[in-house]
């Protein structure tokens, strides 16, 4: 931190401190420079006004030496006039005095997020999605599913997979059965989806004749899986009178078929999931305490999204490669659309971000991701996180937004203007490279 009042900061110093940050400061932004030439730092907070050179020189002078730092001018104008030479020199946002730690350690959170994205967007270039199991993700919130994983796949515990809907339960389960070594079927079927005479022939089969439409018997999946595993989705969901003939089933290991008058053995590791909480469910007798014991005698927790951010960027180049059409290179991500998918919430988890991104490469007009090809919902999220008028962000786009209007759209005579490039100007509007190059 670059400011000559020391009342300034010693009270910035001490809050960001309190709040886990290391802070140097110094009084000239001469001393800065130099520091910054010897070691690395994440943000440089500067005064405008200082003797000697000013925030916005040093914001110059500092970018040039590490263009990826991120620069916060504190000032006790906030005209419009200093925030465009600001935006101008690189800086990513200015504060206004006196300084309000509140209001600095949301703008740090801003520029952490920026940064972080900035950095996955850089290490991206040539580099490898995480994969493990046949689920992409490097996160420790992840790493540690794949840990439980690989610890009982091999062995025959009851499983109960927990989680958010689209957070991935059904690949978890298909890993432990792909890393078991059985040699059978992975069969899948969800327990919400049929009514109890259905689902009790679906996973125990039945006998010609059973019901209407039976001509000939029919073994259930129990059986069909042969060796392999059986993966009951939303168990959460299923009848109170279909609960009680699965947990006779998973005591006897054998199933009774429809209209049948014997039992019969299966050999099949039953895999369980749920998007509920089984202990409220047990609580309002939806779901039997004796099955949850049977079937819950390992959990894997499956982390939701939204508390696995460092994985949204790589799950999403993941699906542009998956999605890319056909005879091209997948789509690039544009830094604009990078920041909305990272501040987005994701409540539909992994399964929303995925078709997120085959929707956006369907608009795709060009060789990246803009904005625009994006759901309405995550357009509005970055001005959503941005929306405090005290930004950059926001005086940024204000000023840009009046300039194009008073040239009647002209970008070049806007970027004249503003003092920028016309490419410049075009990738601040979130536009891709191919329409910056179209003038």
Not at 356 to 371: G, M
Not at 405 to 423: M, N, P, Y
């Amino acid at each position: 931190m670059a400011d000559d009042e020391p009342e300034v900061s010693e009270l910035v110093e001490a809050g960001l401190a309190r709040l886990g940050h290391q802070v140097t400061s110094v009084k000239t932004g001469e001393k800065a420079l130099e520091l910054l030439g010897a070691t690395e730092f994440d943000v440089l907070l500067t005064d405008q006004a200082m003797s000697g050179m000013t925030g916005v020189e040093l914001c110059r002078k500092a970018l040039a030496l590490r263009p990826h730092l991120c620069v916060i001018i504190f000032t006790g104008f906030g005209s419009m006039e200093l925030a465009v030479e600001a935006l101008r020199a690189g800086a990513y946002d200015f504060v206004t005095k006196p300084v309000a730690l509140d209001v600095l350690t949301l703008t740090l959170k801003r520029a952490a997020l920026r940064q972080g994205v900035g950095r996955d967007l850089r290490q991206s270039t040539g580099g490898e999605t995480p994969v493990t199991f046949g689920m992409v993700g490097g996160s420790a919130a992840i790493q540690r599913v794949f840990d439980v994983v690989g610890r009982i796949a091999r062995t025959e515990t009851a499983v109960l997979i927990q989680g958010e809907t689209g957070t991935g339960k059904e690949l978890v389960a298909r890993a432990i059965h792909e890393q078991s070594g059985r040699k059978g079927r992975f069969v899948a079927i969800n327990c919400s989806a049929m009514p109890e005479g259905l689902l009790e022939s679906e996973l125990f089969g039945h006998m010609a004749g059973a019901f209407t439409d039976a001509r000939e018997a029919r073994a259930g999946l129990f059986v069909e899986a042969r060796g392999g595993t059986v993966f009951l989705d939303e168990i959460g969901e299923m009848p109170l009178g279909m609960q009680a003939k699965l947990l006779r089933a998973l005591q006897e290991k054998k199933v009774r078929p429809l209209g049948g008058a014997r039992e019969i053995a299966f050999d099949a590791r039953i895999v369980t999931a749920t998007n509920r909480n089984l202990a409220d469910e047990i609580e309002a007798k939806r779901f039997r305490a004796d099955l949850y014991y049977r079937v819950n005698v390992v959990t894997v927790d499956v982390p939701s999204l939204r508390s696995r951010p460092d994985d949204i960027l790589p799950l999403a180049r993941y699906f542009l490669g998956r999605f890319k059409r056909p005879g091209h290179e997948p789509l690039r991500l544009g830094r604009a659309v990078a920041e909305r998918l990272v501040a987005y919430s994701w409540p539909g988890n992994v399964r929303e971000l995925e078709n997120c991104i085959e929707r956006a490469v369907a608009f795709a007009q060009f060789d990246e991701i803009t904005v625009d090809d994006l759901p309405p919902e995550l357009k509005l999220v970055w001005d959503d996180a941005a929306s405090d008028n005290s930004t950059l962000d926001f005086v940024e786009q204000s000023y840009i937004q009046k300039v194009l209007e008073a040239v009647d759209g002209d970008t070049q005579a806007a970027a004249g203007i503003l003092g920028f490039d016309s490419r410049t100007l075009r990738r601040k509007l979130g536009l891709s490279d191919a329409e910056r190059d179209v003038e």
